[in-house]
């Protein structure tokens, strides 16, 4: 596990804690900033496991290069589909959270 990997899972945990407050709260500019560093989060572990694959990758022997080539591309568009699918859902759940404020501030 290196450095980007353990960073990453620290910020997805930090962020989820920080949504949870920013809801108990009613903060939800808190809440907006835990989920954005949750998918920061997500991406930073995506990209330590792309590089430990890749380092795994150059170590094992009858390797390839056009090998890992086409593994870091494979894995480079599961990241960018994650990435992706997650800016997806946090803009949805924030549309969801501004259609509860407005809908709270005409009742």
């Not at 353990?6 to 804690?17: H, L, P, R, S």
């Not at 949504?19 to 939800?28: L, M, Q, R, S, T």
């Not at 990435?83 to 949805?92: G, S």
Request: a positive charge; proline letters at 0%; charged letters at 35%.
């Amino acid at each position: 596990m290196n450095k980007q990997t353990v960073e990453g899972k620290f910020d997805q945990v930090a962020g989820k804690i920080k949504e949870k407050v920013g809801d108990v709260i009613g903060n939800e500019k808190m809440a907006n900033a835990g989920v954005a560093d949750q998918i920061k989060g997500a991406a930073k572990e995506t990209w330590g496991r792309t590089k430990e694959a890749a380092e795994t990758g150059r170590v094992k022997a009858g390797m390839e290069q056009e090998s890992l080539k086409e593994r870091a591309e494979a894995t480079a568009r599961d990241l960018r589909e994650k990435v992706t699918t997650a800016a997806q859902n946090t803009k949805d759940k924030i549309a969801e959270k501004v259609d509860q404020v407005k809908h709270d501030n005409q009742a």
